[in-house]
């Protein structure tokens, strides 16, 4: 397939740039600040390979219906490429690109020996059934199956993705290679390989950076006001933590909404999304308005004057329109790529710190490192032992981007980048060219 063309200047200039455009430019401003090869940048512009697949499926009526599945492959320098597969109905080959390269700077950062992968289905999974979307699985598995592996590359849950799709996906692959290989995919359930702690990982990672950001910038937690948009795996459990360790969370909100409360909002009442779906909105209709309870709209919560904002929901919901009514002193990415290139640059205007998603969220991807670990030693880990590891992973990634902040007085996002790019252009050019 052909690689996608860099972005014109007319898709420049589009405030919602894609996820190919946002990542290149990011990459082009990291590398003002780090000395690397110009040849090593222009390489990771481009994916080392993008494949299309197509995907039958016999729906339960007995018609075939052909969905199109994508496997961006960008770049493998310092190990096999490491990325989730999401079910979502405007995937695409550019969005799988982006992402792709996203995870190459998050598992750089973090120091895993990986690089960055992203695949998925053009799919609305709720319009399928739970059998249709196990043989739609197992399709994608066979028609994968020459591309991923333990060595190769190896797909985790995302968007419209779980531990069960995870599971489906392994016994389709480890069928047709005649053997099980559980290290083929992370995010599994524990029962078959998979690691605990997996799925609470990136609301982990979130709340650790959110409470190290809290202490650089010399406040208390116990004293730290939080709005947290989207509750579901990453923002319930960022959420869930953060209230444990003192902070007030005055703020969530699902699809439908947000609600308000600025005395605190306890967050243990809330189930997440995942495991009641707009369980906030249901939440929100039993309160008693009056002393400052409000409901507010999803876009309302972002402007709220909280100290710390965490966008844990979708994409592109910080904006050129919103980011001078941002009312928060720290905003911290709990989802992928939810601010824009342009607000990224008036919040720096500003003087708003956002801690960026390659470092913020980057709890499931290490993780998913840990359980591939378990995997090959045929070994499995504690959750305490779990939570441990990913602590010190954190605290480790923390202070080697807060070093490049405090030294060259870059943005956190800039800083993250350079210390990913840093990294990833040493290895190119140990291995060098080939041929």
């Not at 700077?105 to 690089?115: D, E, S, T």
């Not at 797909?155 to 083929?184: C, H, K, L, N, R």
């Amino acid at each position: 397939m052909t690689t996608p063309s860099p972005a014109t200047e007319n898709e420049q200039a589009n405030e919602l740039d894609s996820a190919l455009v946002t990542a290149r430019r990011q990459l082009e401003r990291a590398a003002t600040h780090v000395d690397v090869d110009p040849g090593v940048v222009e390489r990771l512009k481009h994916p080392t390979r993008v494949q299309q697949v197509s995907v039958p499926l016999e729906r339960e009526d007995g018609d075939i219906e052909v969905f199109t599945g994508y496997r961006a492959q960008h770049d493998d320098v310092r190990g096999p490429y490491k990325g989730g597969l999401r079910y979502h109905p405007e995937v695409t080959a550019e969005e799988c690109t982006g992402l792709s390269m996203w995870m190459t700077w998050k598992c750089a950062v973090m120091n895993l020996p990986f690089g960055g992968g992203k695949g998925g289905i053009a799919v609305d999974p709720k319009s399928l059934t739970e059998d249709e979307t196990e043989r739609l699985t197992r399709r994608f598995a066979e028609e994968l199956r020459d591309a991923v592996g333990p060595t190769k590359d190896v797909p985790a849950p995302d968007m419209g993705t779980d531990a069960q799709t995870m599971a489906w996906f392994m016994d389709a692959y480890s069928m047709q290679q005649g053997e099980t290989i559980p290290g083929v995919v992370t995010g599994k359930p524990p029962v078959i390989g998979g690691s605990y702690g997996r799925e609470e990982a990136p609301g982990r990672s979130t709340a650790i950076a959110t409470r190290e950001a809290i202490q650089y910038y010399e406040r208390e937690i116990s004293e730290t006001t939080v709005a947290v948009q989207g509750f579901g795996s990453v923002g319930a459990n960022a959420a869930r933590l953060l209230e444990e360790w003192g902070a007030t969370v005055v703020a969530v909100s699902d699809v439908n909404g947000a609600v308000y409360d600025p005395d605190g909002i306890d967050v243990d009442l809330i189930p997440s999304h995942d495991e009641e779906p707009e369980a906030v909105t249901s939440f929100a209709n039993e309160l008693d308005d009056g002393d400052g309870v409000r409901r507010l709209s999803n876009a309302e919560l972002l402007e709220l004057d909280a100290d710390v904002l965490i966008p844990a929901a979708v994409g592109n919901v910080i904006t050129a329109e919103n980011a001078d009514a941002i009312a928060a002193d720290i905003v911290v990415e709990g989802a992928n790529g939810p601010t824009t290139f342009a607000a990224d640059t008036i919040l720096e205007e500003r003087g708003v710190p956002v801690i960026p998603d390659i470092l913020a969220n980057a709890g499931g991807v290490t993780v998913s490192y840990f359980e591939w670990l378990q995997d090959i030693n045929r070994r499995q880990w504690s959750l305490e032992r779990v939570n441990d590891e990913l602590e010190e992973h954190m605290l480790d990634a923390w202070g080697d981007v807060r070093a490049e902040v405090d030294a060259a007085g870059l943005t956190w996002r800039d800083a993250a980048y350079v210390v990913a790019l840093s990294r990833i252009a040493e290895a190119k050019e140990t291995r060098g060219l080939w041929p």
